[in-house]
T-cell receptor, first 119, second 115 residues
Framework: GAVVSQHPSRVICKSGTSVKIECRSL??????MFWYRQFPKQSLMLMAT?????????EQGVEKDKFLINHASLTLSTLTVTSAHPEDSSFYIC???????????????FGPGTRLTVL | AQSVSQHNHHVILSEAASLELGCNYS??????LFWYVQYPGQHLQLLLK??????LVKGIKGFEAEFIKSKFSFNLRKPSVQWSDTAEYFC?????????????FGGGTRVLVKP
């Protein structure tokens, strides 16, 4: 149990286009999901917290108009990189917190990541 | 601000050697502690976690970690590594009642086990 999927796994796009990445919790409900960015050979940096039915909470320095997050259901959150530029190229990882565990434990289950390359 | 640091960026060792990876955090309050592993080309997997109770926690694949509150540390250990333990290891901390209970990751340690 506790499987998180991401789609697509890889995407290459032209500069100026928008890209949507999906994050799904397959066998559990997740009121809260998280979006991270991982640069090569670096750690995960939290971009935003996605809350089902409400607005996402963005970390300092993350442009909310650039990285649109929609958490429309208890099993799906989407990240849209708008007007992508080469500097947005990165590995984007989502995670989901299993509601059954309760908010106390904050254990997160991670998706396999999406490699975005902007030409 | 709360932070997590991992002392070693790269570790190279031979099979059967013992492994210890350091992790320290800065926060005086209650924390939940995690170690994740990322094998080449795969997603993050949870190795072990600490919430409360016995500060020595055992995880999967023979890994264990010890929470030393006085040292703000949560070091990961494995007595005898295998080639298949080659991966990147991340320490993560949830600072309870601060920063919205989000996970903060350390910089990661790349471990290469030579056969």
């Amino acid at each position: 149990g506790a499987v998180v999927s991401q789609h697509p796994s890889r995407v290459i796009c032209k500069s100026g286009t928008s890209v949507k990445i999906e994050c799904r919790s397959l066998d559990f409900q997740a009121t809260t999901m998280f979006w991270y960015r991982q640069f090569p050979k670096q750690s995960l940096m939290l971009m935003a917290t996605s809350n089902e039915g409400s607005k996402a909470t963005y970390e300092q320095g993350v442009e909310k108009d650039k990285f649109l997050i929609n958490h429309a259901s208890l099993t799906l959150s989407t990240l849209t990189v708008t007007s992508a530029h080469p500097e947005d190229s990165s590995f984007y990882i989502c995670s989901a917190r299993d509601d059954r565990a309760g908010r106390v434990y904050n254990e997160q289950f991670f998706g396999p990541g999406t490699r975005l390359t902007v030409l | 601000a709360q932070s997590v640091s991992q002392h070693n960026h790269h570790v190279i060792l031979s099979e059967a050697a013992s492994l210890e990876l350091g992790c320290n955090y800065s926060y005086g309050g209650t924390v939940n502690l995690f170690w994740y592993v990322q094998y080449p080309g795969q997603h993050l997997q949870l190795l072990l976690k600490y919430f409360s109770g016995d500060p020595l926690v055992k995880g999967i694949k023979g890994f264990e970690a010890e929470f030393i509150k006085s040292k703000f540390s949560f070091n990961l250990r494995k007595p005898s590594v295998q080639w298949s333990d080659t991966a990147e290891y991340f320490c993560a901390v949830s600072f309870i009642k601060a920063a919205g209970n989000k996970l903060t990751f350390g910089g990661g340690t790349r471990v290469l086990v030579k056969p």
